[in-house]
């Protein structure tokens, strides 16, 4: 949380591109496929990200482009990073899937 709240006050809220590997991250949040996939398709994506690393100028989700800036895509990594603890480590899962909801609840609030 202290990492976000710093983040919040140096953001510059200025529009950055979006890497592929990030795009994949943010896909695979929106379809549900945060943390779980099987092997061909971690294959295939460490294939395709070491042959190209793509650049794009806007975050797609479920098929619209959005702008985004450099705090919501750390926002994104720090979910999903928790979310994989949450699977992980299931006994803290609870825990870990509340200081989710409250580091969600303090982005919007500060924002």
Same mark, same amino acid.
């Given at each position: 949380?202290s990492?976000?709240v710093g ?5 510059k809220?200025?529009q950055?591109d979006v890497s ?8 695979r ?5 945060a /943390?779980? !996939? ?6 295939s994506?460490a *294939?395709? $990200? ?23 895509l750390?926002?994104?990594?720090? /979910?999903? !990073?928790?979310?994989s ?5 299931q *006994?803290? $899962?609870?825990s ?6 409250e580091?969600l ?5 500060r924002?």
């Amino acid at each position: 949380m202290s990492q976000l709240v710093g983040s919040l006050d140096c953001e510059k809220w200025v529009q950055v591109d979006v890497s592929s590997e990030r795009q994949a991250t943010l896909t695979r949040l929106c379809t549900g496929r945060a /943390v779980f !996939s099987d092997s061909s398709s971690k294959k295939s994506s460490a *294939t395709t $990200s070491s042959t190209t690393n793509t650049i794009y100028p806007y975050a797609e989700v479920e098929g619209m482009q959005n702008k985004v800036v450099w705090l919501c895509l750390l926002l994104i990594e720090m /979910v999903m !990073s928790n979310l994989s603890y949450a699977t992980y480590f299931q *006994t803290l $899962s609870t825990s870990i899937v509340l200081k989710i909801a409250e580091l969600l609840q303090g982005f919007n609030i500060r924002t």
